[in-house]
């Protein structure tokens, strides 16, 4: 699968080799040849697919810095810091095993945008790369250090007081699905002086259980938990680009509430710095709880399609100072503009500390409403025949919304219909002040999809 995502693929068949020298020697080209950053997620599959990318970029002519193991957002981060042409990050995200694929970020460190991915892919569907002699290729350095200057990036953030949340004594069970984020994240808790209660920190490549952490996946970080009498559970995917939290009382924090809680706290934090004009990014199928918790604080919400690129560039182009998505992904710009969860759980732990109760009553204390998801494998339907089939009959009595998908919005509630970037499926996704009348949205629109 090709997207603004990315490329993914299951490894061996949709993804070879072949693919991979396709896409990087393309990127080479794309990037004029210069400093390319790369990364891996951990997955098994993903030191032999490093060879083969950091072997076409090296042949290509291109000098690679091989960060190894790490998270996707630390590649943007080296981009910047490095002043590198472009990174890639081998990873796919939260799909299972037996995938993996390339994220392309330029050398602004963001995921390249429309206009950018086409470009590249005329590079890659053309063809006839060029590849240089022995005494012009480029040269590989590792810095399997760089992680600790993402660690810094968060220890030193003015709205960070490690003392304070060390004087918490946070006891934290983390779950990294035995993949990158046990390279730094039980490292950065530590460094904020909690105590961490490790689960699948091994970085094995092998997934303790389905990796997208929704959840059903998480069932024994929940019981973990509880059973270790823990303030807070952290969840995060493959390549740490979303954040999940467990409540003390083993129960979901909800992952829409990860950045509507990063938004309050940052909102809280220019409040008393005396800036309230703010504007705040999120894409259309995030919660309304954000505009809420916005109004509070006289910011300004703005809406983009889903993907990371598009609401980071939206960010950049209204100055935003937070935003993200409802999957639980953080973009803060003050460290970089691409979705973090190591920055959430920075943001999260001191906003915690500073409200000073238990996870649960925080949750509590934040506009309350229920999201129910859901998916339709595409099969023999066609997506866009009944996206516009739907549009054409709500279009006139409610309003919509067609920038991505389909987004009805009811009086006091919503649904958001949308083929995936990274699957072959239509997402479902709606909200309502309850679980009850969100799932009958999504059962009504499941039906009118397939009906």
């Given at each position: 699968m090709v997207s603004i995502s990315g490329i993914r693929g299951v490894v061996g068949e949709s993804l070879t080799?072949?693919?991979?020298?396709?896409?990087?020697?393309a990127f080479a080209e794309y990037c004029n040849y210069g400093t390319i950053i790369v990364g891996r997620d951990g997955r098994i599959t993903g030191s032999s697919i490093?060879?083969?990318?950091?072997?076409?970029?090296?042949?290509?002519?291109?000098?690679?810095?091989?960060?190894?193991?790490?998270?996707?957002p630390t590649v943007g981060l080296a981009i910047e810091k490095l002043h590198a042409a472009g990174g890639i990050e081998i990873t796919a995200s939260h799909n299972p095993m037996i995938w993996n694929g390339l994220k392309f970020m330029g050398s602004s460190g963001m995921f390249l945008?429309?206009?950018?991915?086409?470009?590249?892919?005329?590079?890659?569907?053309?063809?006839?790369?060029?590849?240089?002699?022995?005494?012009k290729q480029g040269k590989l350095t590792r810095n399997p250090e760089f992680i600790g200057e993402h660690i810094k990036a968060i220890l030193t953030l003015p709205s960070i007081n490690r003392i304070q949340i060390a004087n918490r004594k946070l006891k934290i069970v983390l779950d990294c699905v035995n993949t990158a984020g046990g390279l730094i994240v039980p490292t950065l808790l530590r460094r904020l002086g909690c105590e961490v209660i490790e689960m699948n920190c091994e970085v094995s490549g092998i997934f303790s259980h389905t990796p997208e952490p929704i959840p059903e996946n998480l069932t024994d970080l929940?019981?973990?938990?509880?059973?270790?009498?823990?303030?807070?559970?952290?969840?995060?995917?493959?390549?740490?680009?979303?954040?999940?939290?467990?409540?003390?009382?083993?129960?979901?924090?909800?992952e829409e509430y990860t950045i509507v809680s990063a938004t309050k706290f940052i909102l809280e934090a220019e409040k008393k710095l005396g800036r309230t004009n703010n504007s705040v990014v999120v894409n259309l199928s995030t919660t309304r709880a954000v505009e809420d918790v916005a109004a509070e604080y006289g910011a300004t919400v703005h809406r983009t399609p889903v993907g990371e690129i598009n609401v980071a560039s939206a960010m950049k182009r209204l100055n935003s100072i937070i935003g993200g998505e409802g999957s639980g992904g953080v973009i803060?710009?003050?460290?970089?503009l691409g979705r973090d969860a190591i920055v959430g759980i920075g943001l999260f732990l001191q906003l915690l500390t500073n409200f000073g109760g238990k996870a649960s009553a925080l949750k509590a204390s934040l506009p309350q409403y229920e999201i129910v998801k859901n998916k339709i494998e595409?099969?023999?339907l066609k997506p866009d025949e009944i996206l516009q089939?739907?549009?054409?009959?709500?279009?006139?009595?409610?309003?919509t919304n067609f920038d991505d998908g389909l987004k009805i919005d009811f009086p006091t509630s919503w649904v958001h219909?949308?083929?995936?970037?990274?699957?072959?499926?239509?997402?479902?996704?709606?909200?309502?002040?309850t679980k009850d009348e969100a799932t009958a949205l999504v059962n009504r629109f499941q039906q009118e999809i397939v009906g």
């Open positions: 080799p072949e693919t991979v020298i396709k896409y990087s020697a490093a060879d083969i990318v950091i072997a076409t970029l090296i042949q290509s002519g291109c000098n690679v810095i091989s960060l190894g193991i790490c998270p996707t945008n429309g206009e950018e991915n086409k470009q590249f892919w005329t590079i890659a569907d053309r063809g006839n790369f060029s590849y240089q002699p022995w005494n929940c019981n973990r938990v509880i059973k270790e009498k823990a303030d807070l559970g952290i969840a995060v995917d493959p390549d740490v680009d979303r954040l999940v939290l467990i409540t003390e009382e083993g129960k979901p924090f909800v803060l710009p003050e460290v970089h595409l099969g023999s089939r739907l549009y054409n009959k709500y279009s006139k009595s409610e309003k219909l949308r083929k995936s970037n990274t699957e072959p499926i239509i997402r479902i996704i709606a909200e309502a002040k």
